[in-house]
Every structure is written in C-alpha cells, then in structure tokens.
C-alpha cells in the first residue's frame, strides 16, 4: 500500500499539467498471491484489497484488467469490490460457469480525436465458478470488431511467457501491450509489439508518452530505439578488443559464424536509427519512482493510515503482515524483503 499515496502525487500533477491522461492497470493488482491463506491472513489482505480500491476511486483509472492472482479471494469477492469502484473492470476471457461473461471486453476512450480501443486479456488459470477461455483465439475473435472501431489498440495482458510469443506470432492490430505477471521491470518495449512490464513491487509508475501525427502509421518505440541502439554499438566496440579503428570484417576474416554476428549486429543498429530519426508516431517512455521524494498525497495516505490500525487491531502485538501478507511466525516472514 506504500506507493499508492505518492501514485496519486504523480497522478495528479500530470492532470493538473493538462496532459491528456490515461490511467491503466493490467492485473494482480489485489493480492499478491494466487490463493490465500485462512484465517487473519485473508482479512489482512482483505483490508489491503479495499484500500486500494478506496484509492484508485480517488486516483482515478481508465481500464482495470483483472489476473489471476485478484481472484485470490474468490469471485465473488472480487465481483464485490468492482461494485465498489467507480473505474471499469475489462476482460474478453474470462467468464462465469454459465458461459457469461465477467466483464467488457474492452472499451474506447477518445481523446483529441484519437480513439483509442484498450483490450482486457489474461492466461488460463484455475479459479472456483469461473471459466477463463485460451487466451490468443477468445481475443481473434473481437480484435477486428475492436480495429474497425479505434485508431490505436492498446492491450492489458496479465500473461505467461507462452502465451506473449503466441500472441507475437499472430498479426494482430495491437499497437501496444501492457503486461503484468512477473518481476521484470522493462527499459523498452522489446522487437515485437512495444510491451512493458512495470514487476510487481508498486514501487514503480511507468508514463508513456504518445505522439500521433498520422492515424495510418504505427506507433514506434523511442526506449527500444535508443537502447538497441546502445546495446548494438556496444557489441561491436568490444569485438575491437581495444583498438576503434580497427576493421571488424578485416580482423574477423577468417572466423564466419563472427562475421555474420557482426553484420547482424549492424543490421540492428541500423533499424533503430533509422527508426528513431524517422519516426512519426512516437512512444516515449518514462519510469518515476515512487521514493521519499514524491510527496504523499494526504486523503490516500489517510485511507492507507486507517487501514494500517484496522490491520493492527485483526493482527495484535505480534506485528503486522510482510509485504506478502504473511504474519510474524510464518517461516517465511519476511523472507527476500
């Protein structure tokens, strides 16, 4: 719950700055585990669970998709908390064991002109009275109905390694990917469709800038510009052992699997130049930290404070849960924090 308070901070100067905002979430956003443990534990993540819904009330979210780790509680329980939230819960497959579906599959937000489809999606998982559909072949079947409508598609996907390289194999009019599911914080959208994962911490708030001069173009990755950039230049400058001047198709003559690495390497560098100074719609990219230098916004660091005495009060003397959600006495308390 640490970050939210300073979250809104940025949130809000954004806003107050007159940029045009889009706040979005792409799961395991309520709990951090997949299944609950009895008894105190649940409550205490429980508690958790409402005062991010509390916050992100005041804060303000465009587009949730919820993971699997958020029906941790049930669904029920989670169908509770979106009747809570004044922001919408989206997602193409997952659905109820009648076949209906939990939620949208996605929904359109204009802004400037731009209309701009964001996708709600998730990897299989097993979850008690809820049916989640394989994911690539629930989403072929609206993303022409979603294309026909926007100018810019934007996907959260709760995703499995698996599911990600199905989806890249697919030529799908996706623009950009959202991604939770894993502790990996991006530098750059990748070689694919621009995908980024912010880890699992809240410790991070990630900002994209986009910049759209022509609705028929696609949307270029500055970030994986730049760093391929770096990195292919890098390469080749080690491959000189010391020496820039030296001739790497010269000193490498009689080594072919080298020289083939070196041409590719120059075939790399040369796309992302290319791309970044030619560029019309661009995404640039951003990562704030959520340290004591933002300021914590003082009606979310209320809720967050109110919630910590609730917990206190379920959790006694003991001590109050690890970021995990687990009690003082658990082996694992504590652990890797």
Avoid at 33 to 39: A, E, F, S, V
Avoid at 82 to 93: L, M
Avoid at 193 to 202: K, M
């Amino acid at each position: 719950m640490g970050g939210l308070a300073r979250k809104a901070t940025i949130v809000q100067e954004l806003s107050n700055a007159n940029e045009d905002l889009l706040v979005l979430d792409a799961g395991d956003l309520f709990f951090k585990k997949n299944i609950l443990d009895p008894g105190i534990t649940t409550e205490v993540a429980r508690i958790n669970a409402e005062v991010i819904v509390s916050s992100f009330n005041k804060i303000g979210c465009d587009a949730f998709s919820p993971g699997s780790k958020d029906f941790a509680s049930g669904k029920n329980y989670l169908m509770d908390l979106k009747r809570k939230s004044r922001f919408p819960f989206i997602s193409c497959n997952i659905f109820d064991k009648k076949n209906n579906q939990l939620f949208n599959p996605y929904l359109i937000k204009n802004i400037n002109g731009i209309k701009i489809g964001i996708i709600g999606l998730v990897s299989q998982f097993t979850a008690a009275d809820v049916i989640v559909k394989e994911p690539i072949e629930t989403l072929s079947k609206i993303i022409d109905e979603v294309d026909s409508k926007t100018d810019i598609i934007v996907l959260l996907f709760n995703s499995n390694e698996q599911d990600l390289q199905k989806l890249y194999n697919r030529n799908f009019p996706i623009d950009f990917i959202l991604r939770s599911q894993g502790r990996t914080r991006s530098s750059d959208g990748g070689s694919k469709i621009p995908t980024y994962i912010a880890g699992d911490r809240g410790k991070l708030l990630y900002k994209f800038q986009f910049e759209v001069a022509d609705k028929e173009l696609p949307m270029i990755d500055m970030a994986w510009c730049i760093e391929t950039s770096k990195r292919m230049e890098d390469r080749l400058n080690k491959m000189k052992k010391g020496d820039m001047s030296v001739d790497l198709y010269d000193l490498y003559k009689n080594d072919q699997a080298t020289l083939n690495r070196i041409k590719n390497y120059e075939m790399n560098l040369e796309e992302a130049n290319y791309l970044f100074e030619n560029a019309i719609n661009k995404i640039n990219f951003t990562k704030i930290e959520l340290g004591k230098t933002v300021f914590d916004r003082p009606d979310i660091l209320k809720i967050v404070d109110e919630a910590k005495l609730k917990i206190k009060d379920i959790v006694g003397p003991g001590g109050l849960p690890d970021h995990q959600g687990r009690l003082p006495g658990d082996p694992h308390y504590n652990h890797g924090h």
